[in-house]
């Protein structure tokens, strides 16, 4: 296939494990050497899978990507609770989940799906008062997350190992599955983290079909070579 990064194309990513949305972008800017490129939708870093990249004259579309429906599966572990809602900070509470059926956890998954409000992880990009939250929580500071209304189409339980249970969620922009996965243990009474996240889909756009940072480096050395250039 042909790019022409500058002038403007749609790459689907499949976001390495650790790595921040903007490490993405910073990478394949410099593999590219494209000035224009940003992408429709932040990964956190311990969320994997698809990151939509747009350069060139795509960037318009930015906010028409971001704003369709969302696929994610991933394992939410019970019983045990994280300020971040995730592995990010240490479990801070421990509860007994021994009484709990698989019924029970399906009925408390089938609850939230519709149109619900959600409050943000403190632990995320939200602006508070020009700053990011995650920067006011690694402070220590309190900050008063608002809740915003987000819609979950499908909330399905997959598995169910112990303590972990396995999840697909299919929700609207702006839904935080830490958020959803920290609910469903208050809903539970026994408390829960988010303790792995795939993103699967975004719109008609799916992971089966994206590139690796290692795919983008080889499409780029086969640039240069096609055009005769060490550059």
């Known amino acids: 296939m042909?790019?022409?990064?500058?002038?403007?194309?749609?790459?689907?990513?499949?976001?390495?494990?650790?790595?921040?949305?903007?490490?993405?972008?910073?990478?394949?800017?410099?593999?590219?050497r494209v000035k224009k490129i940003g992408h429709a939708g932040t990964l956190d870093p311990l969320a994997s899978g698809?990151?939509?990249?747009?350069?060139?004259?795509?960037?318009?579309?930015?906010?028409?990507?971001?704003?369709?429906?969302?696929?994610?599966?991933?394992?939410?572990?019970?019983?045990?609770?994280?300020?971040?809602?995730?592995?990010?900070?240490?479990?801070?509470?421990?509860k007994d989940i021994s009484h709990l059926s698989p019924e029970d956890i399906q009925a408390a998954a089938n609850s939230f799906v519709g149109t619900i409000e959600q409050i943000p992880p403190i632990y995320s990009a939200v602006m508070i008062d020009g700053k990011r939250a995650y920067d006011l929580a690694r402070k220590g500071k309190e900050a008063e997350m608002k809740p915003r209304s987000v819609t979950i189409k499908a909330f399905e339980i997959t598995n169910i190992e112990g303590a972990v249970i396995s999840f697909k969620v299919i929700c609207s922009k702006g839904t935080y599955i830490r958020s959803l996965a920290h609910d469903l243990g208050q809903k539970l009474g026994v408390g829960a983290h988010l303790s792995a996240l795939v993103r699967t889909r975004i719109g008609e756009y799916k992971l089966e079909d994206a590139l690796t940072i290692e795919d983008i480096q080889q499409i780029r050395r086969a640039q240069l070579e096609a055009n005769g250039s060490n550059s």
């Open 2 to 32: 042909n790019y022409n990064f500058e002038a403007g194309e749609i790459l689907l990513l499949n976001k390495p494990l650790t790595w921040t949305s903007f490490d993405v972008v910073k990478k394949v800017r410099n593999t590219l």
């Open 50 to 94: 698809l990151l939509i990249l747009c350069t060139g004259k795509f960037t318009k579309r930015i906010d028409e990507i971001q704003a369709q429906e969302k696929e994610y599966t991933g394992t939410i572990t019970l019983g045990q609770t994280t300020p971040s809602y995730d592995l990010e900070t240490p479990v801070s509470e421990s």
